[in-house]
């Protein structure tokens, strides 16, 4: 079973379009632990139906934080580590070395993560590998496979702690 961690992960979906795509993330949230940012402008409102369809009755147990904008985001995670979701990253995200607390940045499903955040320094570009000459995946299948490689690799990574742990 999956165990909650201390710093839960953080899911930031900056300006998603599809109400079914974030309610499909809140759920993944509700049932991981992870904590929801959406950074506006959203292109639906929080309230949509289809939104709380796709979350189903889960939306209790999400922690979502909502920000106007990805300049307010930064200023009150200033010092988070960040891993910037994109199809146009270099490296892969089995390079990265999550660690809890850790955020991983999404774009909208139209357009990705605008060039400025990508460019601007506030986290490390990667990419889910794919077949050549294919454009991206599904946002909430995007994010669903980054959140368990994550997972697997903290919890992996407290599993091996343990296992070198002396038992008496």
């Not at 509700?30 to 950074?39: D, F, K, Y």
Request: glycine share 8%.
């Amino acid at each position: 079973m999956l165990q909650p961690l201390a710093r839960p992960f953080h899911l930031v979906l900056v300006s998603p379009q599809i109400p079914p795509n974030t309610g499909n993330v809140a759920r993944l949230c509700a049932v991981t632990g992870c904590r929801l940012i959406l950074v506006e402008p959203l292109g639906f409102s929080i309230a949509d139906r289809d939104l709380k369809r796709a979350g189903l009755d889960y939306w209790d147990k999400v922690f979502l934080k909502l920000y106007p904008d990805y300049d307010a985001y930064l200023a009150e995670w200033p010092s988070a580590r960040r891993w910037m979701f994109s199809a146009r990253a270099e490296t892969s995200l089995y390079a990265a070395r999550f660690e809890e607390g850790d955020h991983l940045v999404f774009g909208s499903e139209t357009q990705g993560l605008p060039s400025d955040v990508l460019a601007g320094g506030s986290g490390t570009p990667v990419t889910i590998p794919m077949l050549s000459e294919r454009r991206s995946l599904n946002l909430s299948t995007a994010v669903g496979i980054a959140t368990y490689e994550a997972l697997r690799q903290v919890q992996l990574g407290e599993a091996a702690g343990r296992a070198g742990t002396p038992t008496s």
